[in-house]
């Protein structure tokens, strides 16, 4: 690879325990591309993305910050990747509401934000302050300022949390030149050299989410196939269950609960996750926490030798729960395992060996480890970004939509323009036509979903198209295109082919959707299919009936004199019949039946029409 002289773009990826950045340089020797993950100035390659504020004032990021924790529990912010574009409301929110020693509250507008030294942040602005350590960490080393960086997301994240992620880089003064999804980043950097055809599963468990990808790789081409994962299922959940251990046996012996002090519970995550990273290449550790409590008899202590088998057993129904997430996605991607020939593994916690050994065994091959786990997926924004410069290379990046997206029609079904997991960027568009007579405006409603009434899908946007000349229904052509963009940002136009007239927007969904929003979105299709189905054939058969009889009474004003009567008659008697089903909200066969009636009878309209002319 050659490199073109220009500006630097960095790539960040901006994670929910640590955060790393990289660059793609030229070697000053060959001016061959070079990936570079930047340590920071303690010489580490990942920054823990933990804010603290100090009571002077001073604002901590990174491995300051997190050793600072314990002593500062309630205005040390971690994880805060969990609440960005999300609702006080929201599930997750809750679930971190549970978890988190700092303090999450509700802002007017309904999102979740924290509260640290009695002052309110919103998640963007915390996680600017990790950005803005990474830019620092990026400018002391390349000795130059930088402005410009592609940031990664979970596959998952939804326009909303998109969107949060771009303010926050922009809070930090960093212009986000493209969010790109973390495992396709990951597998933008193992397979940017490849030529031959490839499919890749990208296996992504990290802190706090894990991440599925099917990919397929072609000529520098890379498109995802289908994603999938969970929000809830991270390293922190293994941490829990050995914290569970602990402070279980630590009760039962002693009667105190260190999960209620503050301070207890934070060495006792600390000592968790230490002897996790042990049991990854030793079998037995300890955990060694002296002076944890008080009790009756002075100071207590807690020790506990821990085996590699037994955190393997406590923790396999969560290893199992990613598989399962595997087995849904290479569904999704009309794949089986055998199909994937090279499965990547990203975040720290894939060291652990029993996830190892399950991915193994669920593809049937050993996974790819010439990618390092905890950077692979900066250095695959740092190369996104060196190609969006130009410094290499374009690669195509292709991602895929979660969910269907569609708009509302007749009778409140909902009408798909792109299915899910199609690939993005994409754009679909549809001609629609007028429901009323001299309609001079039509309401687009955009929706998400799977269900195949509107009304059960996710309401996006809701905006009309004036300006609609008088004409029959039927008659005018309302044309609406939908573009998803690389971000995953969906731009909505409908277009009057009449008069040329055009009214676009942007949609900005108001809250996010977690990744178990998604699967219950999906779960709740698949149970309700059939009476969907039965629910849209009666939405269409009453939009089809509307339609004969405006046809028919037209018919009937205009030719009724040059008709034998008795045809006119029976037209008019099936047609009453038709209208009372549909007032009286008739079953589907009934319509069915009369609507065929009905048009056997118009049949004769022209039947006799010409009969007349001979
Ligand atoms: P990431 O979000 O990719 O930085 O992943 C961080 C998670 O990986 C945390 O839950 C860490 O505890 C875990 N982790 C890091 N190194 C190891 C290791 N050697 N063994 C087991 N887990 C690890």
């Known amino acids: 690879m050659l490199l073109r002289r220009m500006g630097k773009v960095i790539g960040i990826d901006l994670g929910?325990?640590?955060s790393c950045v990289a660059i793609v340089e030229a070697a000053a020797s060959s001016g061959a591309a070079q990936e570079k993950v930047i340590p920071n100035s303690e010489g580490a390659r990942t920054t823990p993305s933990v804010v603290a504020f100090a009571a002077n004032g001073e604002r901590l990021v990174g491995h300051v910050a997190k050793r600072q924790a314990l002593t500062n529990p309630e205005n040390t912010v971690y994880a805060v990747k969990r609440l960005m574009g999300r609702k006080f409301r929201d599930r997750e929110v809750q679930r971190q509401i549970e978890l988190a020693p700092y303090r999450i509250v509700e802002a007017p507008n309904g999102d979740a934000w924290v509260r640290v030294r009695e002052r309110d942040m919103s998640p963007p602005e915390v996680s600017a302050l990790v950005l803005q350590k990474m830019r620092e960490v990026a400018e002391a080393f390349l000795g130059e300022e930088i402005g410009e960086a592609v940031v990664t997301v979970p596959a998952y994240f939804d326009d909303a949390q998109r969107q949060a992620t771009k303010d926050a880089g922009r809070i930090a003064g960093l212009d986000v030149k493209r969010i790109i999804n973390e495992p396709t980043a990951a597998a933008l950097a193992y397979g940017l050299d490849k030529s031959a055809r490839e499919t890749i599963a990208v296996y992504d468990l990290g802190g706090g989410t894990f991440d599925i990808s099917i990919l397929t790789i072609e000529a520098g081409v890379f498109s995802v196939r289908a994603t999938g994962g969970d929000t809830h299922l991270g390293g922190e959940d293994f941490d829990q269950k050995l914290i569970d251990l602990l402070a279980q046996e630590f009760q039962d012996e002693n009667g105190i609960d260190l999960r209620k002090d503050r301070m207890a519970l934070q060495r006792l995550k600390e000592a968790a996750e230490k002897a996790k990273h042990e049991l990854s290449s030793s079998l037995e550790t300890e955990a060694n926490i002296p002076f944890v409590a008080t009790g009756s008899g002075g100071p207590l202590h807690l020790q506990r030798a821990i085996k590699r088998s037994e955190l393997e057993l406590l923790t396999a129904d969560l290893v199992e729960r990613t598989l399962a997430a595997c087995?849904?996605?290479?569904?999704?991607?009309?794949?089986?395992?055998?199909?994937?020939?090279?499965?990547?593994?990203?975040?720290?916690?894939?060291?652990?060996?029993s996830v190892q050994k399950a991915v193994k065994d669920f593809f049937g091959r050993e996974p790819s480890r010439s990618v390092n786990p905890d950077e692979v997926v900066a250095v695959g924004a740092a190369l996104q970004a060196a190609a969006l410069a130009g410094t290499v290379e374009e690669v195509l990046l292709l991602d895929v939509t979660p969910l269907s997206i569609g708009v509302e029609t007749g009778g409140g079904v909902f009408f798909r323009l792109i299915e899910r997991n199609r690939t993005i960027p994409t754009e679909a568009s549809e001609v629609f036509t007028t429901s009323v007579d001299n309609q001079n405006f039509v309401p687009i409603h955009v929706l998400q979903g799977e269900r195949e009434m509107a009304a059960d899908n996710r309401s996006l946007a809701r905006f009309e198209l004036t300006g609609i000349p008088p004409a029959p229904r039927g008659v005018p052509?309302?044309?609406?295109?939908?573009?998803?963009?690389?971000?995953?940002?969906?731009?909505?136009?409908?277009?009057?082919?009449?008069?040329?007239?055009?009214?676009?927007?942007?949609?900005?969904?108001?809250?996010?959707?977690?990744?178990?929003?998604?699967?219950h979105i999906v779960d709740e299709a698949e149970k309700f299919r059939d009476t969907d189905a039965l629910r849209r054939d009666l939405a269409e058969v009453r939009n089809q009936a509307e339609t004969l009889l405006y046809t028919t009474?037209?018919?009937?004003?205009?030719?009724?004199?040059?008709?034998?009567?008795?045809?006119?008659?029976?037209?008019?008697?099936?047609?009453?019949?038709?209208?009372?089903?549909?007032?009286?909200?008739?079953?589907?066969?009934?319509?069915?039946?009369?609507?065929?009636?009905l048009e056997a009878a118009a049949f004769r309209i022209a039947e006799s029409m010409y009969g007349g002319q001979q």
Do not use: C, W
């Open 327 to 353: 087995a849904t996605t290479l569904q999704d991607a009309k794949m089986s395992a055998a199909d994937v020939d090279t499965v990547v593994l990203v975040g720290g916690m894939t060291r652990m060996p």
């Open 16 to 18: 929910t325990t640590n």
């Open 477 to 519: 052509k309302i044309q609406v295109t939908f573009r998803v963009d690389s971000n995953g940002i969906l731009h909505v136009e409908a277009k009057d082919l009449g008069t040329g007239r055009i009214q676009a927007m942007r949609v900005t969904p108001t809250s996010g959707l977690s990744r178990d929003q998604i699967d």
């Open 553 to 597: 009474e037209q018919a009937l004003e205009g030719y009724a004199d040059l008709l034998d009567a008795g045809v006119v008659e029976a037209v008019r008697s099936d047609a009453r019949r038709l209208r009372e089903l549909l007032d009286k909200g008739g079953e589907l066969s009934d319509l069915r039946q009369a609507y065929q009636d």
